[in-house]
C-alpha cells in the first residue's frame, strides 16, 4: 500500500519575464520521458487501484499562453502517449493529491529537493490527518531516490545505445576542434566548433560546462572561463561531452595546439595515457574503482620518479602520496542521465563492486604547477585523458573511442587538417 509521488521540474527565471533553458529532473525523465515543467508523477500499488496505477498531473491546454511559451501535450494527449490510468490538469493538483495519499500507508516523495513541492505534499497531508478519518493519511515518508537512482545505476540496452550516440556525437566534436586549433586562437573558439558539432547533430546543449584550458590553464581542474588566447607550444585541455536526449557523454583530451608536442609534453603525456590503459586492463565486472585507482597511482609515482618530478622512490612516494601534488582527483564515476551520475560507491561501507550495466568514465591526469622546484621544460604542463566505457563481464565496451588519444593519432590528425 505505497504511492510514489514525484514532482518534475519547474522553469527557473534569469530576469524579469526571461527564463533559463528549461531541462527535466533527471529522476523524472527516467520514469516519463516527459519533458515540460510542472508535472507530477503519481503511482501506486494500492489494492483499490488492481495493484498497478499511474497517473500524471500537468498542464493543461491553454491556446492563448501556449503562443507565448510553446505548445504543451495537456493531460489528453499525455494520457495516450504515456500509457497512463488517468490524467489531470495541474489545477487539480491538491485534489489528486489528497485523493491518492488517502488510504496509503508509505508515501515515497524526494523530500528537501523541491521547495514547492514539500509545501504541496505536506499541506495535503497535513489536511488529511486533521480530518475524522486521520487513520487513513500515510503514516511512513520514505525518500524515493536511493531507489531510483539504483535503477538508473544500471544502464539498459537502449539506454547504452542512446548514450552511444551522445559519445559519437562529442567525438566528432572533438576531432573538430583537434583539427581547428592553430596558434593564436582562442579558447572560446575551440569551445564554439565543439558546440556547434553538438547542435548540428541534435546534442542542443552540452551535458556540462565545457572545459578549454590552453597552457597552464590545464591545471585548473574545472576551468571554465575559456577567454585566454593560446600561444604557440602550448596544450590545449578540452573536457567536453553532449547531452543527447538527456543522457551525457564525458570525453576529455589534450594535445598540441601547433599539433606537434615537445620531447617533455611527450614524456607526460604518455605517462598519463599509460596509466589510463593499465585502469583498462583492470575493469570489469566483480573489480572496485578503489582497487584500479591504485594500479594508476603506481603507475603515475614511478613515471612521475622517472621523469624526476618527485625526488624519491615509487615506493617512498606511494608511502608519503607526494604523488597528490600532481594527481589530485579520482579515476572516474558514473555516467548517465547526469555527468556525474547518481548511485551509491560504497555498500555496507565497503568499496562497491562493479556491475555489468555500470557506464563509468576512466579519467587519470598529470597537473604540473609552474613553480620554481619544477624542472622548467615541465612547467605548467596539465594532461588529462578521459573516455567512457560500458562494464560488461568480460571486460568493458568502449563509447568514446573515435578520438584519437595516442601521440602519433593525434599529430597525423592534426597534421591532416593542415594539409593544402
Not at 162 to 173: H, L, P, T, W, Y
Request: hydrophobic share 40%; aromatic share 8%; charged share 20%.
Amino acid at each position: 500500500s505505497s504511492v510514489l509521488v514525484l514532482p518534475a521540474a519547474q522553469l527557473v527565471t534569469r530576469s524579469r519575464d526571461t527564463e533559463y533553458v528549461f531541462r527535466q529532473n533527471s529522476d523524472f525523465w527516467y520514469l516519463t520521458g516527459f519533458n515540460e515543467p510542472d508535472a507530477w508523477l503519481l503511482l501506486s500499488n494500492h489494492e483499490r487501484f488492481a495493484g498497478d496505477y499511474r497517473a500524471m498531473v500537468c498542464q493543461p491546454k491553454e491556446p492563448q499562453l501556449e503562443i507565448w511559451h510553446g505548445r504543451r501535450l495537456g493531460p489528453e494527449q499525455a494520457l495516450e502517449t504515456f500509457n497512463l490510468d488517468e490524467a489531470y490538469p495541474t489545477d487539480m493538483l491538491r485534489e489528486v493529491l489528497s485523493e491518492w495519499l488517502e488510504g496509503h500507508q508509505q508515501v515515497f516523495f524526494p523530500q528537501g529537493e523541491f521547495a514547492f513541492a514539500d509545501e504541496a505534499l505536506f499541506a495535503v497531508l497535513d489536511a488529511l490527518r486533521k480530518t475524522p478519518k486521520q487513520s487513513l493519511a500515510p503514516t511512513a515518508l520514505i525518500d524515493c531516490r536511493p531507489l531510483i537512482h539504483e535503477m538508473r545505476l544500471l544502464k539498459s540496452r537502449d539506454e547504452i545505445a542512446v548514450m552511444g550516440q551522445a559519445a559519437e556525437i562529442s567525438a566528432r566534436a572533438h576531432r573538430r576542434a583537434m583539427q581547428f586549433a592553430s596558434p593564436g586562437c582562442y579558447e572560446y573558439q575551440l569551445e564554439a566548433e565543439l558546440h556547434h558539432e553538438f547542435a548540428m547533430a541534435g546534442a542542443r546543449q552540452p551535458a556540462y560546462g565545457t572545459i578549454v584550458g590552453g597552457g597552464e590553464n590545464a591545471c585548473i581542474l574545472h576551468y571554465t572561463e575559456n577567454n585566454q588566447q593560446i600561444a604557440d607550444g602550448s596544450l590545449i585541455l578540452i573536457d567536453a561531452g553532449a547531452e543527447f536526449h538527456g543522457y551525457a557523454a564525458d570525453i576529455t583530451r589534450t594535445f598540441p595546439v601547433n599539433g606537434k608536442f615537445t620531447p617533455a609534453q611527450a614524456r607526460v603525456y604518455q605517462l598519463v595515457l599509460d596509466a589510463q590503459l593499465a585502469a583498462l586492463e583492470q575493469l570489469r565486472a566483480g573489480v572496485t574503482l578503489p582497487a584500479v585507482t591504485e594500479v594508476v597511482i603506481e603507475v603515475i609515482c614511478r613515471g612521475l620518479c622517472e621523469l624526476g618530478l618527485l625526488q624519491e622512490s615509487p615506493e617512498q612516494a606511494l608511502a608519503s602520496k607526494s604523488w597528490r601534488r600532481f594527481f589530485m582527483h579520482g579515476l572516474g564515476h558514473y555516467l548517465g542521465l547526469d555527468v556525474h551520475d547518481v548511485g551509491d560507491y560504497l555498500q555496507d561501507g565497503q568499496p562497491r563492486e562493479l556491475v555489468a550495466g555500470m557506464v563509468i568514465t576512466v579519467e587519470p591526469g598529470v597537473y604540473i604547477p609552474a613553480e620554481d622546484d619544477i624542472p622548467e621544460p615541465y612547467r605548467g604542463i596539465g594532461i588529462r585523458i578521459e573516455d567512457n566505457i560500458v562494464i560488461t563481464g568480460e571486460g568493458y565496451q568502449m563509447l568514446t573511442g573515435d578520438v584519437p588519444k595516442t601521440i602519433t593519432d593525434i599529430e597525423a590528425l592534426m597534421a591532416e587538417a593542415n594539409c593544402p
